[in-house]
């Protein structure tokens, strides 16, 4: 069984502590690594917001908002506990003359502890908070920055944020956060190709067929519209979450496990990355979802879901055909797909390996090995491979996989992403976190993107809520004999 390592104590200041992220992931993943006795005692957590509030307050609203992610695993008497290390400050981030001795009077003295400064507010802020906490004197060589995406919402405002945040941290004082690479399986990734001599070897075109990134929600806009309208599905998901699960997949393997050489394995990963032309738009697919069927009920579409007006095109599904264009994936094509009310809620990578080169079984009979990797909502590993079907009547082969549930193989509560990403910050472990250069290079590449869909004139075509995405992004598979996985 695993076992939880304390951390060394530290503080962290939560900016953005009474919002959405905080109360959903940020106030229950601390909690719950208090309960593994992972957080020292001696630790201090301070959420900020410009709302007034006693610390009381802020401690009922953690207390809701912790209970609730519970659910039959809380614990009141750990809560007790828990809340003498949560404290609150009101204070506008922004503002030069805000209370910062208030902060300050909350934080341990001792500039050598970690400090974690988590900025859960809007990107478009981020500088303006670094440089308040570099006026207040607070960043000290044990500080660390922690930037949610989006950072920017172009290569421009990217390095804009990034020049801004560095005037005040060091590049090792800022994490990047993507919350995708604290989930068990994404890090499972790595060691299954680099600790098993039976897949590494088998690992590029000359075996691999093609290469599948699905990530599929079947929720609506939940409350984002006024961001998810200036963003849409490739700036929300694809510049971020896809394609770092692309760089996973298909990185060279690093010297070792230290933070900067995994990072500059994915960095070339995203250097290779073939740029989309205007005249290779057709590789790329965009849908917008109208009225149709959650869960049985009907759900509105995505234009009557805008408070602002109509004709937005603004797009809540995106396929993509990518290429790494290097030795090791010359000539594999690798399909992203993301989207907003589709027919269900699920993230898989599918590595289908290629069918073996004679087919000895006869006509319907499938030679065809693929490696799925889910993600979510239950992690787990299968291998599929084929097999003869017991019983008389004939030879019968069917794919069956080997299988490896989280669930059933690790019979206890593993933490969650945030609760891993928020410990290894603490550590400073950088290695699950996105350097400058992989944020700007990714931008660059969805830059090309957008601009090819402007000059091509290329909008999104509707699919009803409740299937998956528009009839392009099949018929995207289809031209090339393939089809997007499903699980049966």
């Given at each position: 069984m695993a076992k939880f390592v304390p951390v060394e104590p530290f503080d962290i200041v939560i900016f953005g502590g009474t919002g959405d992220l905080s109360r959903r992931k940020l106030l229950p993943a601390l909690y719950h690594r208090w309960l593994d006795g992972q957080i020292p005692p001696s630790s201090v957590i301070i959420g900020t917001a410009r709302s007034p509030m006693d610390h009381a307050a802020y401690r009922e609203l953690a207390r809701t908002a912790c209970e609730a992610a519970s659910g039959q695993s809380w614990d009141a008497a750990a809560w007790t506990d828990f809340e003498k290390i949560l404290h609150y400050a009101t204070i506008d981030a922004t503002d030069p003359g805000a209370d910062w001795p208030a902060?300050?009077?909350?934080?341990?003295?001792?500039?050598?502890?970690?400090?974690?400064?988590?900025?859960?507010?809007?990107?478009?802020?981020?500088?303006?908070?670094?440089?308040?906490?570099?006026?207040?004197?607070?960043?000290?060589?044990?500080?660390?920055?922690?930037?949610?995406?989006?950072?920017?919402?172009?290569?421009?405002?990217?390095?804009?944020?990034?020049?801004?945040?560095?005037?005040?941290f060091s590049e090792r004082q800022v994490f990047r956060i993507d919350h995708y690479l604290g989930k068990e399986t994404v890090q499972n990734l790595m060691v299954l190709r680099f600790a098993n001599m039976l897949f590494e070897p088998l690992w590029s075109h000359n075996y691999i067929d093609h290469v599948q990134i699905t990530v599929a929600e079947n929720l609506g806009l939940e409350g984002r519209a006024d961001y998810y309208d200036r963003s849409g599905a490739l700036r929300d998901m694809v510049q971020n979450h896809l394609l770092q699960l692309l760089c996973l997949t298909a990185m060279e393997p690093p010297n070792d496990m230290r933070d900067d050489d995994i990072r500059t394995e994915k960095i070339k990963v995203l250097n290779a990355l073939g740029f989309i032309s205007p005249d290779q738009v057709k590789q790329t697919v965009r849908g917008q979802y109208t009225a149709g069927l959650h869960d049985g009920k009907p759900v509105k579409g995505y234009l009557e879901e805008l408070s602002s007006a109509t004709g937005s095109q603004t797009e809540t599904f995106v396929a993509i055909k990518a290429e790494v264009k290097n030795w090791r994936w010359a000539g594999v094509p690798f399909y992203l797909r993301t989207g907003k009310r589709m027919s269900g809620r699920h993230s898989d990578i599918v590595i289908q390996f290629k069918p073996a080169p004679h087919n000895i079984f006869g006509q319907g009979v499938e030679s065809v090995n693929r490696l799925v990797i889910?993600?979510?909502?239950?992690?787990?590993?299968?291998?599929?491979?084929?097999?003869?079907?017991?019983?008389?009547?004939?030879?019968?082969?069917?794919?069956?996989?080997?299988?490896?549930?989280?669930?059933?193989?690790?019979?206890?509560?593993?933490?969650?992403?945030?609760?891993?990403?928020?410990?290894?910050?603490?550590?400073?472990?950088?290695?699950?976190?996105?350097?400058?250069?992989?944020?700007?290079?990714?931008?660059?590449?969805?830059?090309?993107?957008?601009?090819?869909?402007?000059?091509?004139?290329?909008?999104?075509?509707?699919?009803?809520?409740?299937?998956?995405?528009?009839?392009?992004?099949?018929?995207?598979?289809?031209?090339?004999?393939?089809?997007?996985?499903?699980?049966?």
């Open positions: 902060l300050r009077s909350l934080l341990t003295p001792d500039d050598k502890r970690p400090r974690v400064f988590y900025l859960a507010t809007s990107p478009h802020i981020y500088v303006d908070i670094c440089r308040a906490i570099g006026r207040a004197g607070l960043a000290s060589d044990q500080a660390r920055v922690v930037l949610e995406k989006p950072i920017g919402t172009d290569l421009a405002s990217a390095r804009a944020i990034n020049d801004g945040v560095g005037e005040v889910r993600l979510q909502p239950d992690e787990a590993v299968r291998l599929f491979v084929q097999i003869k079907e017991p019983g008389p009547g004939g030879l019968r082969v069917k794919s069956l996989p080997l299988n490896l549930s989280y669930a059933e193989s690790f019979m206890l509560r593993y933490p969650d992403a945030y609760e891993r990403l928020l410990m290894d910050i603490v550590r400073g472990n950088l290695s699950l976190f996105m350097r400058r250069e992989e944020v700007e290079a990714a931008w660059r590449w969805v830059d090309g993107l957008i601009e090819a869909w402007e000059v091509s004139r290329y909008g999104p075509e509707t699919y009803p809520a409740g299937t998956d995405g528009p009839l392009s992004a099949a018929m995207l598979m289809d031209r090339d004999g393939r089809s997007w996985w499903k699980e049966s």
